[in-house]
């Protein structure tokens, strides 16, 4: 089990009145890994938000590796966490590098520590590896460019696994002799790769297998074919029935492809004969639905972070109804629009608060800022102080401020409609992979109709 990086933290600083939750979520994270019995994860400069020091710390609380073959010592190059590992897989050995991106010379603080170009480091322990392994697996967050780079000049690394913060899902696509593929971000799902590894070391096509496959296709066509055939020339018995002649026109026209890729293949396989067998896989994406029962150990492990999160907002939490001198809370919006704010009422939005309390989450600074109007994730501290009317995602949070509104409509006007990118701050496919802007967007008002 491997992982590339770009786990630990959202951004590249931390959050002003979030540090300490921050570092939390993290070393939850790492020993949520170290449960689910993770070999090794990347170290990328989402790692090192909170400083290197802090990694190296945490990397002694967890029993898997954090692999960076490039992030050293200036002064003796010698790497700060382990370069690579051997993983036993069957009767394999498998090597696996770390690379860090250069771009995460500026989260290090102190200039004693430095980032290598991966080909000052890769050459050395290629060389090394390829004698001590049977296969060679790359976790790195440098950019795709610089990948497929390494994977043009190095035909003895077999698999690169990619990081960061951007792209989806990408299926494995070998471009000279090395695999290159990715999983979405946010562990939105989980990518698992089947491989039958040969002597070869070489990745090629299961031919064998593809035969089979196309014999049996061969099989079912036949099967069909001869059901129209049982009765005479179809092209006869089928002259009043055109549908069903087109059917079995159709059925021929794919029996004869069939044939053809089965003659090629068993031509190419018997031309190929004594010739050292190609390496194989099979890949799939499995999405980590919100419905999947959740491991009882990372199960507490969140919940203990959970409520240690929440008890430190709730410690800090000081109610300050005139707080925020902006914003005047939705009771007084009912003046003008009473229809508007009682469909709002209705609405998950009005209820946005309450989910977090039910949850015992309101003083989560990771949460609360979506939950509330007024807030966003860079003053998300400010929200443990917010006032009553405006603990919910109100009128203002969509509209726009409205103190100086309800003192004179006329000049000062308010959103009328709030654009996508709005509601996708709070919307994120992290927590609402759903969301469609023109759908739900209708949602908030519901049955009223919006002036």
Known sequence: MLDSGALLFKGLKLTRGQEVQERLTATTIAKSYDLMGYNAV????????AGLDFLVKLSKEVSFSWLSANLVQKSTSEPIFTPYITVP????????????????????????????????????????????????????????????????????????IQ?????????????????ITQTAKQGKYVGIMNINWRNSRQWGTDKAGRLKK???????????????????????????????????????????????????????????????????????????????????????????????????????????????????????CGNC????LAA????????????LVEKKRQFNLDCIYCHVTGISRSNAVDALSIGVDLREVSCEACHGPGKKHLKDPERFKLIARPTAKLCLTCHTEEHDGSFDYERDSKLVHQEAEVK
Request: hydrophobic share 35%; glycine share 4%.
């Open 89 to 160: 897989a069957n009767n394999l050995k498998i090597g696996v590098i770390g690379l860090t991106d250069p771009t995460a010379k500026n989260m290090l603080s102190t200039a004693a520590v430095t980032i290598l170009p991966w080909e000052k480091v890769l050459p050395v322990l290629l060389e090394k590896l390829k004698l001590q392994t049977d296969m060679i697996i790359v976790l790195s967050n440098l950019p795709p460019a610089e990948n497929r780079k390494i994977a043009e000049q190095f035909k003895d690394i077999h698999l690169i």
């Open 337 to 340: 629009h009473a229809k508007i």
């Open 344 to 355: 709002w009422q209705k609405t998950k939005h009005a209820k946005a608060y309450e989910t």
């Open 214 to 332: 196309q014999r049996n296709t061969l099989g079912r066509l036949n099967w069909q074919i001869s059901k129209y055939e049982k009765h005479g020339d179809p092209l006869e018995s089928l002259k009043k029935y055109p549908a069903k002649l087109q059917v079995y026109k159709r059925l021929l026209k794919q029996r004869q492809s069939v044939e053809q890729q089965v003659e090629r293949l068993s031509q190419e396989i018997n031309a190929s004969h004594g010739a050292p067998e190609p390496c194989t896989f099979k890949n799939r994406f499995v999405a980590m639905e919100t419905t999947m029962p959740d491991d009882q150990q990372v199960k507490e492990l969140v919940d203990k972070l959970n409520k240690k999160v929440n008890e430190m907002g709730k410690a800090r939490a000081k109610i300050n109804q005139n707080m925020h001198k902006k914003y005047s809370g939705w009771r007084p």
């Open 42 to 49: 990347g170290v990328s400069k989402y790692e090192l938000t």
């Open 163 to 179: 990081a960061g913060k951007a792209g989806g899902d990408i299926v494995p696509k070998a471009l000279n002799n090395t695999l």
